[in-house]
Structure formats: C-alpha cells, structure tokens
C-alpha cells in the first residue's frame, strides 16, 4: 500500500518561504500526484496537482503564482515549493495520488506568523 510521508513544514513570518517534500513508497511514478492542505476547523483544500511525468501541472486560484510544484521519480518525491506565505496559509500540508488513496500521511504543519 502506498505510503505518503511529508515533511519541510515550519514557522515562517509572512512573505517567507517554505519548501515541502513528499515521499512516496512506490511511486506513484505511473500517478498523479496532489497536493493539499487543511486548516483548523476546515475542509481539506485541494492546491495543485502534476501529472505522472510532471509535464502538466494545475493550480488552485489561492495558491497559483507562489507555489510550485515538482517531482523527482528517481527519488520517489514531489515537492511543493511555497513563497510569499501568507497566514492564510497556514494549514497541515498533505499529499496524495490522483485518485487519492484512503491513506493519508501525517501531513506537515505550517504556520505562517509574525
């Protein structure tokens, strides 16, 4: 079963930025890959996606224009690269294949605060 292990999360101060990593068991080579966040006392909000070879890649409205998103199969690993954060953003991060699996990792919590 895949396994989801994500990690890079942090306190930043607003306009910071952040790069998160997401690694995968088995990759998800053939998938794709989402990632997503949710905030306390909300629903999980989907961010963005890439494809399995990582050639198409889609944005949420909030997100799009700061974060990016990466994959290295070789290393079995998406990334999630965060700049100008704002305390919106702050949220447990997650990632998942496309369709999402019904296990999640532990997610990484990011905290954007002056």
């Known amino acids: 079963q895949e396994q989801f292990v994500e990690s890079g999360g942090g306190l930043v101060q607003p306009g910071g930025s952040l790069r998160l990593s997401c690694a995968a068991s088995e990759i998800s080579r053939r998938d794709g890959m989402d990632w997503y966040r949710q905030a306390p006392g909300k629903q999980r909000e989907w961010l963005v996606y890439i494809t399995n070879d990582g050639t198409y890649t889609d944005y949420a409205d909030s997100v799009r224009g700061r974060f990016t998103i990466s994959r290295d199969n070789a290393k079995n690993t998406i990334y999630l690269q965060m700049r100008n954060l704002k305390p919106a953003d702050t949220a447990v991060y997650y990632c998942?294949?496309?369709?999402?699996?019904?296990?999640w990792g532990q997610g990484t919590q990011v905290t954007v605060s002056s």
């Open positions: 998942n294949t496309r369709p999402a699996m019904n296990s």
